[in-house]
């Protein structure tokens, strides 16, 4: 009787090593246009989402992380004022910018954060040409090698 338990112990304990082996798909955040046109359209509204909340979420640290009326403190409340759009666009319409905005080629390698950031502001009424100088902002930044 000791070996059948010993024995099913030894079978749940392997069964359990080869489903912990099981391939499991490797989750990585778009960088880029490129990378968010390879998503369905479930990942993207996923994705927006999340960067959007995230985007808050880093303004509400900064607030917390430094003292009450310190530059860092001014700077969030400035930037929330100034993206104020970011809890109240949805998802949909956020993805729905975000196509647009990666429709135009010239936009392709802009990073997904600088896209949703550039988003915000046109949402929340930028003028244009505010606007226009964050996106060539971009597009020179992402053309740009990386240093390692």
Do not use: H
């Not at 080869?18 to 998503?39: F, M």
């Not at 909340?53 to 001014?74: E, F, M, T, V, W």
């Amino acid at each position: 009787m000791k070996r059948i338990i010993v024995g099913i112990a030894l079978l749940l304990f392997a069964m359990a090593a080869l489903a912990a082996d099981a391939a499991t798909p490797a989750i990585a955040p778009p960088n880029n246009g490129e990378d968010w046109t390879k998503l369905s359209s479930t990942e993207k509204l996923f994705w927006s989402i999340g960067y959007s909340q995230g985007y808050i979420d880093a303004l509400n640290k900064i607030d917390i992380a430094s003292a009450p009326n310190s530059p860092c403190a001014n700077l969030a409340a400035r930037t929330e004022r100034q993206t104020s759009t970011s809890g109240k666009v949805s998802g949909f319409e956020l993805v729905s910018g975000l196509e647009k905005f990666y429709a135009d080629p010239a936009n392709t390698l802009v990073p997904v954060g600088s896209a949703i950031r550039i988003y915000l502001l046109q949402a929340s009424g930028k003028d244009q040409a505010t606007i226009q100088e964050l996106i060539e902002t971009a597009r020179e930044a992402a053309r740009r090698p990386t240093q390692k």
